[in-house]
Protein backbone atom coordinates (compact mmCIF):
# COMPACT_ATOMS: atom_id res chain seq x y z
CA UNK A 1 0.00 0.00 0.00
CA UNK A 2 1.24 3.59 -1.02
CA UNK A 3 0.99 6.40 2.04
CA UNK A 4 -1.53 8.75 1.87
CA UNK A 5 -0.90 12.29 3.20
CA UNK A 6 -2.92 13.35 6.41
CA UNK A 7 -5.61 15.03 3.83
CA UNK A 8 -6.94 11.33 2.74
CA UNK A 9 -10.79 11.60 1.94
CA UNK A 10 -13.14 9.60 0.23
CA UNK A 11 -14.87 10.31 -2.69
CA UNK A 12 -17.87 12.26 -2.51
CA UNK A 13 -19.70 9.28 -5.28
CA UNK A 14 -19.23 6.96 -2.27
CA UNK A 15 -21.98 6.90 0.22
CA UNK A 16 -21.87 5.43 3.46
CA UNK A 17 -25.40 3.53 4.24
CA UNK A 18 -23.69 2.39 7.77
CA UNK A 19 -20.68 1.26 9.77
CA UNK A 20 -18.65 -0.32 7.51
CA UNK A 21 -20.86 -0.23 4.60
CA UNK A 22 -20.46 1.98 1.60
CA UNK A 23 -22.57 2.08 -1.66
CA UNK A 24 -21.24 3.45 -5.27
CA UNK A 25 -23.33 3.35 -7.55
CA UNK A 26 -25.77 0.72 -6.55
CA UNK A 27 -22.66 -1.49 -5.85
CA UNK A 28 -22.31 -1.99 -2.05
CA UNK A 29 -18.66 -2.13 -0.84
CA UNK A 30 -18.11 -3.30 3.34
CA UNK A 31 -14.88 -2.54 5.47
CA UNK A 32 -13.69 -5.93 7.23
CA UNK A 33 -10.87 -5.30 9.68
CA UNK A 34 -8.78 -2.78 10.67
CA UNK A 35 -11.22 0.05 11.02
CA UNK A 36 -8.62 3.18 9.97
CA UNK A 37 -7.44 3.13 6.26
CA UNK A 38 -4.89 6.27 6.88
CA UNK A 39 -3.38 3.25 10.06
CA UNK A 40 -3.56 0.26 8.03
CA UNK A 41 -0.37 -1.89 7.31
CA UNK A 42 -2.13 -3.28 3.86
CA UNK A 43 -4.65 -2.91 2.21
CA UNK A 44 -6.59 -5.61 0.13
CA UNK A 45 -9.45 -5.46 -2.18
CA UNK A 46 -11.74 -9.11 -1.75
CA UNK A 47 -13.39 -10.63 -4.58
CA UNK A 48 -15.94 -13.20 -4.06
CA UNK A 49 -17.00 -16.00 -6.58
CA UNK A 50 -20.01 -16.55 -8.35
CA UNK A 51 -22.35 -17.37 -7.17
CA UNK A 52 -21.62 -15.62 -4.04
CA UNK A 53 -21.24 -12.05 -1.96
CA UNK A 54 -18.91 -10.35 0.32
CA UNK A 55 -20.47 -12.68 2.90
CA UNK A 56 -17.57 -14.93 2.33
CA UNK A 57 -14.96 -12.91 4.05
CA UNK A 58 -16.66 -12.20 6.96
CA UNK A 59 -14.99 -14.94 9.43
CA UNK A 60 -11.87 -13.70 8.65
CA UNK A 61 -12.42 -10.22 10.09
CA UNK A 62 -10.91 -11.07 13.39
CA UNK A 63 -7.72 -12.07 10.84
CA UNK A 64 -7.34 -8.84 9.39
CA UNK A 65 -7.83 -6.85 12.37
CA UNK A 66 -5.11 -8.84 14.16
CA UNK A 67 -2.81 -7.90 11.12
CA UNK A 68 -4.10 -3.88 10.79
CA UNK A 69 -5.02 -5.14 7.18
CA UNK A 70 -7.92 -3.04 5.62
CA UNK A 71 -10.14 -5.31 3.66
CA UNK A 72 -12.27 -3.94 0.81
CA UNK A 73 -14.44 -6.73 0.02
CA UNK A 74 -16.91 -5.87 -3.19
CA UNK A 75 -20.45 -6.88 -3.84
CA UNK A 76 -20.44 -7.31 -7.22
CA UNK A 77 -23.79 -5.65 -9.40
CA UNK A 78 -26.29 -8.67 -9.02
CA UNK A 79 -24.63 -10.18 -5.82
CA UNK A 80 -25.21 -9.76 -2.42
CA UNK A 81 -26.48 -6.03 -1.42
CA UNK A 82 -25.84 -5.31 -4.62
CA UNK A 83 -28.55 -6.89 -5.60
CA UNK A 84 -31.06 -4.20 -7.14
CA UNK A 85 -28.61 -3.49 -10.19
CA UNK A 86 -28.65 -5.63 -12.98
CA UNK A 87 -26.04 -8.95 -12.62
CA UNK A 88 -23.09 -9.03 -14.27
CA UNK A 89 -22.09 -11.94 -16.18
CA UNK A 90 -19.89 -14.17 -14.21
CA UNK A 91 -17.61 -16.06 -17.00
CA UNK A 92 -14.25 -14.15 -17.13
CA UNK A 93 -14.20 -13.20 -20.83
CA UNK A 94 -16.34 -10.49 -19.89
CA UNK A 95 -13.90 -8.84 -17.30
CA UNK A 96 -12.76 -6.16 -19.48
CA UNK A 97 -16.11 -5.39 -20.37
CA UNK A 98 -16.97 -1.57 -20.14
CA UNK A 99 -18.86 -1.31 -16.59
CA UNK A 100 -17.75 -5.11 -15.92
CA UNK A 101 -15.95 -6.22 -12.62
CA UNK A 102 -12.60 -4.70 -13.95
CA UNK A 103 -14.21 -1.32 -14.20
CA UNK A 104 -15.81 -2.04 -11.23
CA UNK A 105 -12.50 -2.35 -9.18
CA UNK A 106 -10.88 0.26 -10.59
CA UNK A 107 -13.93 2.73 -9.80
CA UNK A 108 -13.54 1.33 -6.00
CA UNK A 109 -10.27 2.63 -5.85
CA UNK A 110 -10.61 5.80 -7.12
CA UNK A 111 -13.52 6.18 -4.78
CA UNK A 112 -11.33 5.17 -1.37
CA UNK A 113 -8.63 7.00 -3.33
CA UNK A 114 -5.79 4.32 -3.56
CA UNK A 115 -3.15 4.62 -5.85
CA UNK A 116 -2.01 0.97 -5.39
CA UNK A 117 -3.48 -2.13 -3.68
CA UNK A 118 -3.32 -5.83 -3.02
CA UNK A 119 -5.76 -8.18 -4.23
CA UNK A 120 -7.81 -11.32 -2.91
CA UNK A 121 -9.95 -13.16 -5.46
CA UNK A 122 -11.65 -16.65 -5.17
CA UNK A 123 -13.44 -18.13 -7.96
CA UNK A 124 -14.42 -15.54 -10.05
CA UNK A 125 -12.86 -13.01 -7.96
CA UNK A 126 -9.54 -14.48 -8.62
CA UNK A 127 -10.46 -14.32 -12.86
CA UNK A 128 -10.94 -10.80 -12.21
CA UNK A 129 -7.96 -10.24 -9.73
CA UNK A 130 -5.48 -11.68 -12.84
CA UNK A 131 -7.41 -9.45 -15.51
CA UNK A 132 -7.11 -6.35 -13.11
CA UNK A 133 -3.60 -7.31 -12.59
CA UNK A 134 -2.07 -7.44 -15.96
CA UNK A 135 -4.23 -4.64 -17.83
CA UNK A 136 -3.49 -2.43 -14.64
CA UNK A 137 -0.25 -3.67 -13.00
CA UNK A 138 0.32 0.35 -11.81
CA UNK A 139 -2.68 -0.34 -9.57
CA UNK A 140 -1.53 -4.00 -8.57
CA UNK A 141 1.14 -4.29 -5.69
CA UNK A 142 0.20 -7.68 -5.30
CA UNK A 143 -2.28 -10.63 -6.05
CA UNK A 144 -3.17 -13.73 -4.33
CA UNK A 145 -5.60 -15.85 -6.39
CA UNK A 146 -7.33 -18.79 -4.49
CA UNK A 147 -9.31 -21.31 -6.88
CA UNK A 148 -9.31 -18.54 -9.95
CA UNK A 149 -11.31 -18.95 -12.83
CA UNK A 150 -10.39 -18.00 -16.02
CA UNK A 151 -10.22 -19.04 -19.65
CA UNK A 152 -6.88 -16.94 -20.48
CA UNK A 153 -4.27 -19.27 -22.09
CA UNK A 154 -1.37 -17.09 -20.44
CA UNK A 155 -0.95 -13.58 -18.51
CA UNK A 156 1.39 -11.32 -18.22
CA UNK A 157 1.57 -10.03 -14.90
CA UNK A 158 3.90 -7.42 -13.39
CA UNK A 159 3.21 -8.63 -10.13
CA UNK A 160 3.64 -11.47 -8.44
CA UNK A 161 1.02 -13.89 -7.97
CA UNK A 162 0.20 -16.39 -5.11
CA UNK A 163 -2.17 -19.07 -7.06
CA UNK A 164 -4.12 -21.55 -4.44
CA UNK A 165 -5.41 -24.62 -5.51
CA UNK A 166 -6.88 -27.92 -3.78
CA UNK A 167 -8.14 -30.92 -5.85
CA UNK A 168 -11.14 -30.71 -7.13
CA UNK A 169 -12.91 -33.56 -4.90
CA UNK A 170 -11.67 -31.54 -2.45
CA UNK A 171 -13.00 -27.51 -3.32
CA UNK A 172 -15.21 -27.97 -0.25
CA UNK A 173 -15.26 -27.10 2.28
CA UNK A 174 -13.28 -24.23 1.44
CA UNK A 175 -14.37 -21.72 4.51
CA UNK A 176 -12.68 -24.61 6.36
CA UNK A 177 -9.55 -24.26 4.16
CA UNK A 178 -9.43 -20.55 3.45
CA UNK A 179 -9.42 -19.90 7.28
CA UNK A 180 -6.05 -21.85 7.60
CA UNK A 181 -4.88 -20.62 3.88
CA UNK A 182 -4.87 -16.38 5.26
CA UNK A 183 -2.97 -16.65 7.90
CA UNK A 184 -0.20 -18.18 5.35
CA UNK A 185 -1.35 -15.22 2.74
CA UNK A 186 -0.75 -12.39 5.31
CA UNK A 187 2.68 -14.05 5.79
CA UNK A 188 3.69 -14.19 2.05
CA UNK A 189 2.54 -10.47 1.46
CA UNK A 190 4.43 -9.19 4.15
CA UNK A 191 7.69 -11.00 2.81
CA UNK A 192 6.88 -9.36 -0.49
CA UNK A 193 6.67 -5.76 1.21
CA UNK A 194 9.59 -6.51 3.70
CA UNK A 195 7.46 -5.52 6.43
CA UNK A 196 6.18 -7.36 9.87
CA UNK A 197 2.66 -7.51 10.05
Known amino acids: ?????????????????????????????????????????LVVILLHGSPGNSKF??????????????GIAIDMPGYGLSNKVAKLPSHSSNNLDKNGPVDIVNKVMTAFCLPKVSIFGFDWG????????????????????????????????KCKPTLLWVKSDQFHPIKVCLMMILSSIFELISKLFNTQL
Open 1 to 41: MEKKGSNFNVSSKLHKVECGLYCLDGVHVHIIGHDSLETAQ
Open 57 to 70: FKDDWLQFEKHKIY
Open 126 to 157: GGIALSMAEQFPSKVASVVVFHGMTNADKFRL
